[in-house]
């Protein structure tokens, strides 16, 4: 059996080796990141330059500044030799079979038996890497391909050969699940393994189309983007990113090493592929590419951004489209309904939509099984390593099968035979949801089996309506098994408004009532919650209706205070943005399980407000709670103020420790993004046990004017540096005013319906100054904060 993996190596710290040893060191691995030596100046020249470098990308490579500490640095020359402590050597250095094949001779010398040595490459046959090494070696040998950037994209490729131990590769999927929060494909070593395989030649389709229907390139980044649920990129900016010169070469290593694809060797990259390529306009590296950022201002102060003419190569600004496909892709929210009305519609846009999805149905079915044995493996790799938000057989689900049988015979191209017959049966389905799982046609089985891996990814689309206890607009209490209850919010964007308060109460009634063990609260949507609903308190604002106001603030607090007073444990698992009153619920619960890509925080104060379903109230709990004896205070004091004031939102579940909104012995991380409802599951049977109500906390210290002397200065100063506006101040005041237990003469103890009095006193307050009903309209039509 292999070595148990704590200590990893990573070889060549380029773009990829350094992002991929900051995303272990954040997973909480020690890492050694090792390049070649400098020939001038320090000798770890080369591997601190590219460190720093890669820790100073923003959004950043890494779950939290202090986790760059795991990884120690050195050279191929002096360091090498330290590679018999890893437990697994990730090699990513330059793409040259002959150089890599070199550096493992070197690697054999020191690793250990039974170490996992692995490479990244993506263009390599991973066969042709163990020619010569010894038989250990190649058993503990595959290709892991992570993509960039590593912390985000959650797919890793593994390649196995033909020497490499299937138990090595089982333990390893279930590593990479566990600990790394992958999701994990085996792929068979062909060109390009699977996601870039299918992506790549999509993306020659695109190129290919928008020169066939004179589409400009914007139009088409914006069909291929949002339109078809996938990055807002699109294409063309997403080949800049990647760099033209990049994409070219694997187009031509396709091309050169699938001779046997027709797909492939029909390809034809149009003429302004040459033009570009041949003056090196390769995209954001060049500055310049498919488009082409200036120093010009827009009306709006934004840099002016020109597009490439595909027809006369000059630059030229963006023209509004007439598109209808293009109009009606921003009318439709939801997904399936989008596509299948855009498939119905007629002009160039919406053929470049049919004709591209008729190209990659086609072309995806024909990969099986040449590139992986299933199908549902590359709906799997297009998700996570490309972003889509389905997959290609996801998709054709989506618009019927038939229908996307008749698209493909429209182009004069033709399916994989396997999908005729999936056509003859009466499911006519690629994906089928029972029991609670689902299930996939295995072609080898010539029958429906469920996914692998769905026991920690509670879906709860999955579930039957007869799982279903309560619901009402906004909010599904849903059976999710063990005697335990999952409050599924539904409402737009999840924003939290009188269906989501009423019925987590409604909830928290039915599990008390009917003996479940205890309330999850969670979602399978991208965002946990953007927060409450703005529109709601805006319209009451703007309207004066105060009575009805304030009868809205004391719903949010008081349902805030059952989840934390229930007679039964409440556990929140998030995912995604859990802003505003989503970080108030989850400081409320007795526990949460968040997922690490989970970004937190009180926002409150860019539409001019305070926390006011709780938040400030706990925040001050919170510090009478972490006093000690003898200790100076007012350091926390003024972090607390500042964490509030200045809306900050913690970039990494990890990070939400630090500024206070989880709280260690509490609060759970979920380095897989799909399993925090099944662990928050587990915690409620775990707390369900010997379950008592916390005591109702009336002994809350605050320190009154000698605490708000100093917030008030702390204030004044960000004032006096530029760094807030008259209304920012008059924000902070009122939240120094809730922490600090208002104008008390001296330090007392208070209660929490005391606190919770302040704060929504000061939150209503604030919705009677028109400079708080200028952000909070200036949110509603631009989705972003104003500063005034």
Known sequence: ????????????????????????????????????????????????????????????????????????????????????????????????????????????????????????????????????????????????????PPRYLRLLEIIPTSFTDPEVVDHFKNFGDQFLGKQIIVCNDTPAFVANRIGVVSLVKIFELTHQLNLNIDEVDKLNGTALGRPKSGIFRLTDLVGLDTAVKVINDLKKNCMQDEFIQNMKLPDFIKFLMDQKFYGDKTSQGFYKKTREKDEKGKPIILQLNLNTNEYERSKISKLESLKVSKQIEEFPKRIRTLIQLTDAGAELIKKSLAFLLAYSSRCIPEIADDYSTIDLAMKNGFGWESGPFEVWDIIGLETGIVLIHQENLKAANWVYELNLLPEKKFYLEKNGSRHYFCLKLKNYKAESGQEKNIQLSYLSKEKTVFENSELRLIDIGDEVLCAEFKSKHNAIGEGILNGLNQSIKIAEEQNWKGIVIGNNANNFTVGANIMLIGMLAFQQEYDQLELAVRLFQNTSMRM??????????????????????????????????????????????????????????????????????????????????????????????EYGYLKEGKDLVSINSTSQIYLAKKKIIQLSEHYLPPISQDQITVLGRSGLGTLYAAAHTLYKGGYASEHDIKIAKKIAYVLCGGDLSYEQKVSEQYLLDLEREAFLSLCTEPKTLERIQYMLENNKPLRN
């Open 1 to 148: 059996m292999q070595n148990k993996i704590t200590n990893i190596t990573v070889l060549g710290s380029g773009l990829m080796g350094s992002s991929i040893a900051a995303h272990f060191a954040g997973c909480g691995f020690n890492v050694m990141l090792l390049d070649l030596p400098s020939s001038e100046g320090v000798k770890n020249r080369i591997v601190i330059e590219s460190l720093k470098k890669c820790l100073e990308v923003k959004p950043s490579n890494i779950f939290r500044k202090k986790d760059a500490e795991r990884i120690q640095i050195g050279n191929f020359e002096d360091d090498l030799k330290k590679i018999a402590d890893s437990d697994w050597i990730v090699e990513a250095i330059i793409e040259n079979l002959e150089i890599k094949k070199s550096l493992y001779e070197k690697i054999e010398i020191y690793r250990r038996p039974r170490t996992i040595v692995s490479s990244n490459t993506s263009g390599i046959p991973i066969n042709l890497l163990i020619e010569g090494r010894s038989d250990d070696f190649k058993k503990y040998f595959f290709g892991t391909h992570f993509f960039n």
């Open 564 to 657: 934390r007073y229930s007679k039964i444990p409440v556990v929140s698992a998030t995912q995604g943005y859990v802003f505003g009153g989503g970080t108030e619920f989850l400081m409320h619960c007795d526990a949460s399980v968040c997922a690490a890509e989970s970004y937190i925080g009180l926002v409150e104060v860019g539409v001019g407000l305070i926390p006011g379903g709780g938040g400030t109230k706990e925040f001050a709990l919170r510090f009478s709670q972490e006093m000690k004896e003898g200790e100076v205070l007012i350091p926390q004091l003024i972090q607390k103020f500042k964490t509030i004031a200045t809306a900050s939102v913690a970039t990494s579940a990890y990070e939400a420790f």
